[in-house]
T-cell receptor, first 115, second 112 residues
Framework: ETGVTQSPTHLIKTRGQQVTLRCSSQSGHNTVSWYQQALGQGPQFIFQYYREEENGRGNFPPRFSGLQFPNYSSELNVNALELDDSALYLC??????????????FGPGTRLTVL | QKEVEQDPGPLSVPEGAIVSLNCTYSNSAFQYFMWYRQYSRKGPELLMYTYSSGNKEDGRFTAQVDKSSKYISLFIRDSQPSDSATYLCAFPPGGGSYIPTFGRGTSLIVHP
């Protein structure tokens, strides 16, 4: 196990609703990245937070937003859910800043189903 | 043309076989190359990380990079049922961009 935890494990929402997913980083890690992994696809980078600031964003609309807290835990918020948002959402923590993807540890993910 | 091409499989092999997993990429800015293993209902875990062309070996795993052909491979020797998973190639960004790119993954099944 990597020490990165995510909650909830899975959840079901309906179109138009809002959802908050949570991630607890591995001890000592100050950088967290969020990914969306659709079924049968590789992870797609949503954004990265470093020391509570967004640092890099993939091709996702503004209804995907995040927060990183002083203890380096993190949230991913998605507003106005769409059917295509159904996916596994992964967070990954790493030490010391952007670009350190070789030291990135993934959590088990949250499976989101939008009906 | 997609930035990264990876055959989704599934690839089914008998225990003990040598497995070859491959990705092609089009972005010549990719300088680092990674392979992740993802078990069902788990997050990806890093297997191999390499920078240069050539081979890098770690136990039963060998990563091979051919930058001139934009082609990377992961070889698994003496494959075991516990190797059954999805294998993702990944390309950390360079040139000031922090957006990594993943292949779609190849599903590997090693049967006893």
């Amino acid at each position: 196990e990597t020490g990165v935890t995510q909650s909830p494990t899975h959840l079901i929402k309906t179109r138009g609703q809002q959802v908050t997913l949570r991630c607890s980083s591995q001890s000592g890690h100050n950088t967290v990245s969020w990914y969306q992994q659709a079924l049968g696809q590789g992870p797609q980078f949503i954004f990265q937070y470093y020391r509570e600031e967004e640092n890099g964003r993939g091709n996702f609309p503004p209804r995907f937003s995040g927060l990183q807290f002083p203890n380096y835990s993190s949230e991913l918020n998605v507003n106005a859910l769409e059917l295509d948002d159904s996916a596994l959402y992964l967070c990954a923590s790493s030490l010391e800043g952007p670009g350190n993807f070789n030291e990135q540890f993934f959590g088990p993910g949250t499976r989101l189903t939008v009906l | 043309q997609k930035e990264v091409e990876q055959d989704p499989g599934p690839l089914s092999v008998p225990e003990g076989a040598i497995v070859s997993l491959n990705c092609t990429y089009s972005n010549s800015a990719f300088q680092y190359f990674m392979w992740y293993r993802q078990y069902s209902r788990k997050g990806p875990e890093l297997l191999m990380y390499t920078y240069s062309s050539g081979n890098k070996e770690d136990g039963r795993f060998t990563a091979q990079v051919d930058k001139s052909s934009k082609y990377i491979s992961l070889f698994i020797r003496d494959s075991q049922p516990s190797d059954s998973a999805t294998y993702l190639c990944a390309f950390p960004p360079g040139g000031g961009s922090y957006i990594p790119t993943f292949g779609r993954g190849t599903s590997l099944i090693v049967h006893p």
